[in-house]
Nanobody, 117 residues
């Protein structure tokens, strides 16, 4: 079992920045990809960014050039640096960890990001 604890959400004005963190604990040895999803009111959850243990990253088009995902494997922690935030980035952001051995996805409880115009 893997536990994910997110931090760093909050309220920010458009154009501002926030940094999200997600620390994994428990059975972390099988985790390969970690990343961030978000869900805005009335919308489906979408992948924002992910990073493999080896450092390969993937981003949704709408955040490319503004968000950066990074990872500290020694600390089992993934980060999301969000710059030039827009009101449409407002959502509940969830940390995700994918166990490549057992094919299990783990989720954090979510951290709210609100961007005011």
């Amino acid at each position: 079992q893997v536990q994910l604890v997110e931090s760093g959400g909050g309220l920010v004005q458009a154009g501002g920045s926030l940094r999200l963190s997600c620390a994994a604990s428990g059975g972390v040895n099988g985790i390969n990809a970690m990343g961030w999803y978000r869900q805005a009111p009335g919308k489906q959850r979408e992948l924002v960014a992910s990073i493999t243990r080896g450092g390969t990253t993937n981003y949704v088009d709408s955040v490319k050039g503004r968000f950066t995902v990074s990872r500290d494997n020694a600390k089992n922690t993934v980060y999301l640096q969000m710059n030039s935030l827009k009101p449409e980035d407002t959502a509940l952001y969830y940390c995700n960890a994918a166990d490549g051995v057992y094919g299990i996805d783990y989720w954090g409880k979510g951290t709210l990001v609100t961007v005011s115009s």
